[in-house]
């Protein structure tokens, strides 16, 4: 299976307990019970003591695009990234969509639900299962994501291997702090 980022996923494995494979400062997204709501949320990896002492208001700026790509065969894939910067870590944090994509559940849920969400969690893991912090913030991408659950849902269906082939080459092309400025100020 593969997660959003496009990583292997092995087949079973919970999000947090995969998150905690990675190494610090990486992020994926979920879909978690936030607000009495089942929300989409980030769930970063860093370390108890970066995130622990943080105050409440705590500032993260978000941004989310869109990056068409044309692959060998007339295959087009449209990986969508959505970004948070971290000020107190100065991280970014990139998750990527993939609307034909099988998370543990279709992924045009995903879109549909940040379409609706009024809040974006940002949840941070160490090691274990619960969180070490959760931020939530106001989801000022709401019309970007319906947007685009409008215009995906018309392209023709593209395969997990293309999406990862297409992201790759984005990710090549853009370094996180050029991705950023490409995306520009949004919220």
């Given at each position: 299976m593969?997660?959003?980022?496009?990583?292997?996923?092995?087949?079973?494995?919970?999000?947090?307990?995969?998150?905690?494979?990675?190494?610090?400062?990486?992020?994926?997204?979920?879909?978690?019970?936030?607000?009495?709501?089942?929300?989409?949320?980030v769930?970063?990896?860093?370390?108890?003591?970066?995130?622990?002492?943080?105050?409440?208001?705590?500032?993260?700026?978000?941004?989310?695009?869109?990056?068409?790509?044309?692959?060998?065969?007339?295959?087009?894939?449209?990986?969508?990234?959505?970004?948070?910067?971290?000020?107190?870590?100065?991280?970014?944090?990139?998750?990527?969509?993939?609307?034909?994509?099988?998370?543990?559940?279709?992924?045009k849920?995903?879109?549909?639900?940040?379409?609706?969400?009024?809040?974006?969690?940002?949840?941070?893991?160490?090691?274990?299962?619960?969180?070490?912090?959760?931020?939530?913030?106001?989801?000022?991408?709401?019309?970007?994501?319906?947007?685009?659950?409008?215009?995906?849902?018309?392209?023709?269906?593209?395969?997990?291997?293309?999406?990862n082939?297409?992201?790759?080459?984005?990710?090549?092309?853009?370094?996180?702090?050029?991705?950023?400025?490409?995306?520009?100020?949004?919220t």
């Open positions: 593969e997660e959003p980022n496009g990583e292997t996923w092995p087949e079973g494995l919970e999000p947090v307990a995969y998150l905690e494979q990675l190494e610090y400062g990486i992020s994926l997204w979920d879909m978690v019970q936030a607000n009495g709501e089942q929300e989409v949320a769930l970063a990896h860093e370390t108890t003591d970066d995130v622990l002492g943080l105050p409440e208001d705590t500032i993260t700026e978000w941004r989310a695009g869109s990056f068409r790509q044309a692959l060998p065969g007339e295959v087009r894939v449209v990986p969508v990234v959505l970004m948070a910067y971290f000020y107190p870590l100065k991280t970014y944090y990139a998750p990527w969509l993939n609307f034909y994509g099988n998370h543990y559940w279709p992924e849920k995903a879109f549909e639900t940040l379409a609706k969400q009024k809040y974006l969690p940002l949840i941070f893991y160490d090691s274990g299962p619960l969180p070490v912090r959760e931020f939530f913030y106001p989801n000022n991408l709401r019309g970007f994501f319906s947007s685009q659950s409008q215009l995906l849902k018309f392209l023709p269906e593209w395969t997990v291997s293309d999406f082939q297409a992201k790759e080459q984005i990710e090549d092309q853009y370094s996180p702090y050029r991705m950023w400025h490409v995306l520009g100020k949004q």
